[in-house]
């Protein structure tokens, strides 16, 4: 008959091995988490502070400059109509609203009426198919976040220290506003993350709005500070129309958002553009 004296001791290394391997797993597990972690951190911080400052020398003039780089990224957008009338281009633009189709209108000498902010050209072109105007279907065309850079003097401490940071951190959030916006019309699915990521979104872009409006109260005697009250209130509209994503997913209530983002990018790029 077999000994059963060995039994405990087998019984003893057994645990001792299993707990060494649960030790190791739990060591591993944290390290790993800890990377994990600091990885997502490390490269939100890298997109955040993606600014780079060059000098420059602006054309015709003798003073030194500096310039904000930011990330470029494409977005798509229905081309409504391109006007030399601004008129003409209002009176579309509310001929689309009255339709469900809220556009935006840029400001330049060739004014563009604009409807959808999508990172997706495909969905986009499904709405821009069920449009017509004057017998015709609009297109859907490609433009570009941050096509423009941010422009001072060298020794200009406010627009470096604060202005330049904001508009960083603007950039940020339009960025992260393209990558949710990918559909017009997502009231029928399971969009459970999505609807978190707009709310998320919204708080960013509301404390956006509250450290802009800080800076700008900082910045009273400078050129700066009409054009960033602009922002500030560009950013919490927009912000109000992403807390409504979070509960109401219609396609009139995700347009009406993408407006809001579409009239920020506008002001913020013609914030620049003034610098240039």
Same mark, same amino acid.
């Given at each position: 008959m077999k000994s059963n004296?060995?039994?405990?001791?087998?019984?003893l290394s057994f645990i001792f091995i299993l707990c060494l391997v649960l030790a190791v797993s739990l060591v591993f597990g944290h390290v790993l988490g800890s990377y994990y972690l600091e990885n997502i951190i490390k490269n939100d911080n890298q997109?955040?502070?993606?600014?780079?400052?060059?000098?420059?020398?602006?054309?015709g003039e003798n003073v030194k400059k500096k310039v904000l780089r930011l990330k470029k990224t494409s977005y798509s957008?229905?081309?409504?109509?391109?006007?030399?009338?601004?008129?003409?281009?209002?009176?579309?633009?509310?001929?689309?609203?009255? +339709? *469900?189709?809220p556009a935006v209108i840029t400001e330049e000498?060739?004014?563009?009426?604009?409807?959808g902010f999508l990172n997706n050209n495909d969905n986009l072109a499904?709405?821009?198919?069920?449009i017509t105007i004057d017998g015709q279907k609009p297109k859907v065309i490609q433009r570009e976040i941050n096509s423009i850079s941010f422009k001072f003097d060298v020794g200009d401490d406010y627009a470096e220290k604060y202005v330049a940071p904001f508009l960083g951190n603007l950039s940020n959030s339009l960025q +992260? *506003?393209?990558?949710?916006?990918?559909?017009i019309n997502i009231e029928d699915r399971n969009l459970t993350e999505l609807r978190a990521g707009f709310k998320l979104l919204a708080n960013e872009v509301a404390q956006i709005a509250s450290a802009g409006e800080a800076i700008a109260d900082k910045g009273k005697a400078t050129t700066y500070h009409e054009g960033l009250l602009i922002l500030v209130?560009?950013?919490?509209?927009?912000?109000?129309?992403?807390?409504?994503?979070?509960?109401?997913c219609q396609q009139l209530t995700i347009l009406l958002s993408q407006q809001q983002a579409l009239a920020l990018?506008?002001?913020?790029?013609?914030?620049?553009?003034i610098t240039n």
């Open positions: 004296l060995h039994k405990p001791q087998s019984i997109q955040k502070q993606n600014i780079e400052y060059q000098p420059s020398t602006a054309s957008t229905i081309q409504a109509g391109v006007f030399s009338d601004w008129a003409v281009a209002i009176e579309l633009g509310n001929a689309l609203a009255q +339709k *469900g189709f000498k060739s004014y563009l009426v604009m409807i499904i709405l821009a198919n069920s +992260k *506003g393209i990558m949710l916006y990918s559909d209130k560009r950013c919490s509209s927009w912000a109000e129309s992403l807390n409504k994503l979070e509960n109401d990018l506008e002001d913020y790029h013609r914030f620049m553009a």
